[in-house]
């Protein structure tokens, strides 16, 4: 059975940082695209990053390119969003998901529970 967990969300005043985990299991891990999507109140939900585990490909949203990080530990099963210089606007529930199509069309079939992250201005 597919499953992934994220952890790491909580309160942050802005500028703050935070690191997302994504916990992943019953897959092989480094056969798939993991990516992580965030979802506000009110809003569509929006991709924000993804990582090509096998060889450590990214890719960002120009919304948070150059302020967050994706990386993984395959040994760990775990996809990192490590995220800096923190806005109100980041403030949404943040969930990881895994790809099970191709790069030019993914299918994100698996996700996980989410995890809320809230910025303070």
């Known amino acids: 059975e597919v499953q992934l967990v994220e952890s790491g969300g909580g309160l942050v005043q802005t500028g703050g940082s935070l690191r997302l985990s994504c916990l992943a299991s019953?897959?092989?891990?480094?056969?798939?695209?993991i990516g992580w999507f965030r979802q506000a109140p009110g809003k569509e939900r929006e991709g924000i990053s993804c990582i090509l585990t096998k060889d450590g490909i990214t890719w960002y949203a120009d919304s948070v390119k150059g302020r967050f990080t994706i990386s993984t530990d395959n040994g760990a099963n775990t996809v990192y969003l490590s995220m800096s210089d923190l806005k109100p606007e980041d403030t949404a529930v943040y969930y990881c998901a895994q790809n099970t199509g191709t790069i030019s069309l993914p299918s994100w079939r698996y996700w996980g529970q989410g995890t809320q992250v809230t910025v303070s201005s």
């Open positions: 019953g897959f092989r891990f480094d056969d798939y695209t």
